[in-house]
């Protein structure tokens, strides 16, 4: 496991999610919370969008995954470096990318 992705469509549009294993047409995705390890959701392909540029502290992580709560650490990593990236383009003026919509289940 060393992809994230975002779903496009469903109740679970815009949540970030792990990709556990990937067919021709589907994913197999994960949280580490209402999708477990063990349990992912199946999702068509075509209803994702893949996490092209994930940072290599971030793609080390997911290959060690091993628990549902090391993947909720990753997660949440990531979407802390999303938020520092975002906030730091807009402190300098540049132009952003939109932001993720990304729940949290607290």
């Known amino acids: ?3 994230l992705a975002v779903s ?3 109740h679970d549009k815009g949540r970030l999610y792990a990709i556990v294993s990937e067919t021709d047409a589907m994913v197999f995705l994960a ?3 209402s999708r477990k390890l063990d349990h992912p ?5 075509k ?10 502290e ?4 997911l290959e060690a ?3 549902d709560s090391d993947l909720v650490s990753v997660m949440r990593r990531y979407q802390t470096l999303e938020k520092e990236k975002h906030s730091m383009e807009q402190a300098g003026g540049e132009d952003s990318f939109p932001e993720l ?5 607290e």
């Open 1 to 3: 496991m060393n992809q």
């Open 8 to 10: 496009l469509s469903g």
């Open 31 to 33: 949280d580490g919370r």
């Open 41 to 45: 959701k199946k999702k068509n392909l």
């Open 47 to 56: 209803h994702i969008r893949k996490v092209l540029h994930l940072p290599a």
């Open 58 to 61: 971030i793609v080390l992580a």
């Open 65 to 67: 995954v091993s628990r």
């Open 101 to 105: 919509k990304i729940e949290q289940n």
